[in-house]
């Protein structure tokens, strides 16, 4: 039996639209984990269409940080948990450390702001694992484009590149969603 499934891909591959195919061929109950935090009007049409495409009968937690106590949470009953995505949960983790002042923040801060971003991953991962029920984790590719011009981004590239290396190292199963299609990678 799988435990954590790691989906990744590039914008506009599939990902999401395949993680959500794996999830609805379980015969049990799915908990999907938004971590999005729609604040404009282009946010709120891709939330509004990801919640569109699920079915009515799974129940959504909104939220983005100390996500392992969705596993103590006794008023949702889940087989499945479906968390999309990965990549926007460290881009809130981060602004949460470090509000608007990337550019002021030595490699010390940056250094402290990952590990604190990793442990949090870390102790999702652990629940997980101890609650023997599927993972799937969605998460974007953003490795493979150029060096980003700004600090800001090539922080997130660097932060957001580890956690999927360490997410894949812990995962039972990683595809890569390329044009729709899903290619089995682990």
Not at 22 to 46: H, Q
Not at 118 to 141: G, M, R
Request: proline share 2%; hydrophobic share 40%; aromatic share 8%.
């Amino acid at each position: 039996m799988r435990n954590i499934v790691l989906i990744t891909g590039g914008a506009r591959s599939g990902k999401s639209s395949y993680a959500e195919k794996l999830a609805k061929e379980t015969r049990g109950e799915v908990l999907y984990i938004a971590t999005s935090i729609p604040f404009d009007d282009e946010m709120k049409d891709r939330v509004k269409k990801h919640k569109e495409r699920r079915p009515d009968n799974w129940s959504t937690y909104e939220g983005y940080k100390n996500l392992k106590q969705v596993f103590y949470n006794t008023k949702i009953h889940f087989d499945l948990i479906l968390l999309d995505c990965i990549t926007i949960m460290v881009t809130n983790l981060m602004f949460d450390r470090a509000g608007d002042n990337f550019d002021d923040l030595n490699n010390q801060a940056i250094d402290k702001m990952e590990l604190e971003i990793l442990q949090e991953v870390e102790a999702f991962l652990d629940e997980a694992e101890k609650s023997l029920k599927t993972v799937i984790l969605v998460t974007n590719e953003i490795g493979s484009g150029i060096v980003p011009e700004y600090k800001m981004s090539r922080v997130f590239r660097d932060i957001a590149g580890r956690v999927n290396q360490y997410i894949a190292s812990r995962a039972e199963e990683v595809y890569m969603v390329v044009c729709g299609i899903p290619i089995k990678v682990k």
